[in-house]
């Protein structure tokens, strides 16, 4: 299979939209397959502004990749899950961690 890069259309430039900012992965990695709440996710993702991961989890909510749930109490809750479509970015990004764990970068 051949892959033009240079495509606006080309699949590895597609997904590395999605998956290619500097917190997506992990943020994604942290909900791996539970529900997670702001907070907790917050506090897993050393490093993000609150900023950045409210940004990151609407473009990837808008992209199918996680799911929100927002309950209507005081104070706010609201939960995040993968969708089908971002489980299937896990085996992707544990191949990573073997990678890194493999070659100690």
């Known amino acids: 299979m051949e892959i033009n890069i ?42 993000i502004s609150e900023k950045m991961l409210i940004g990151q989890l609407k473009f990837l909510c808008e992209k199918g990749i996680v799911s929100k749930k927002s309950f209507p109490e005081i104070p706010p809750k609201v939960e995040y899950t993968l969708t089908d479509l971002g489980k299937e970015l896990l085996p992707v990004i544990n191949q990573i961690i073997q990678f890194g764990l493999q070659h100690q970068f």
Do not use: A, H
């Not at 080309?10 to 992965?25: A, D, H, Q, V």
């Open 6 to 47: 240079s495509d606006e259309n080309c699949p590895l430039r597609k997904t590395l939209e999605i998956i290619g900012g500097k917190w997506t992965m992990l943020i994604i990695f942290q909900i791996n397959e539970r529900t997670i709440r702001y907070g907790e996710l917050k506090r897993c993702v050393v490093g």
